[in-house]
């Protein structure tokens, strides 16, 4: 599985962001989004399952972020809003390849992983 992750840029605080995440195959997978920003560890963002039913998103950017997916497209989207400083990072986009009907947050839990993307907000 290939994933190739786009979208990122810099934005002005409050602004919006919507990344793309293309997936290779015709497998559908469980798909997580992560954030790594200088200094600190990757942190979970949001994901989705297989069949799109569920998602889940961190404390820190629910309300404000969401996940869809099309998978006539095998895409998933990371849709961000209201953008503050501290999302600046290197967003990566991962799959899950356990089918399970819930999403889980440990990175250790995905096999295939994308490139990263940045994301700059500007204060």
């Known amino acids: 599985v290939q994933l190739q992750a786009s979208g990122g840029g810099l934005v002005q605080a409050g602004g919006s962001l919507r990344l793309s995440c293309a997936a290779s195959?015709?497998?559908?997978?469980?798909m997580g989004w992560f954030r790594q920003a200088p200094g600190k560890e990757r942190e979970f963002v949001g994901a989705?399952?297989?069949?799109?039913?569920?998602?889940s998103y961190a404390d820190s950017v629910k309300d404000r972020f969401a996940i869809s997916r099309d998978n006539a497209e095998n895409t998933v989207y990371l849709q961000m809003n209201s953008l503050r400083p501290e999302d600046t990072a290197i967003y990566y986009c991962?799959?899950?390849?356990?089918?399970?009907?819930?999403?889980?947050?440990?990175?250790?839990?995905?096999?295939?992983w994308g490139q990263g993307t940045l994301v700059t907000v500007s204060s």
């Open positions: 991962a799959a899950d390849v356990s089918y399970r009907p819930y999403t889980r947050v440990d990175p250790s839990n995905y096999s295939y």
């Open positions: 195959g015709r497998a559908k997978y469980n």
């Open positions: 989705i399952t297989w069949t799109g039913g569920s998602t």
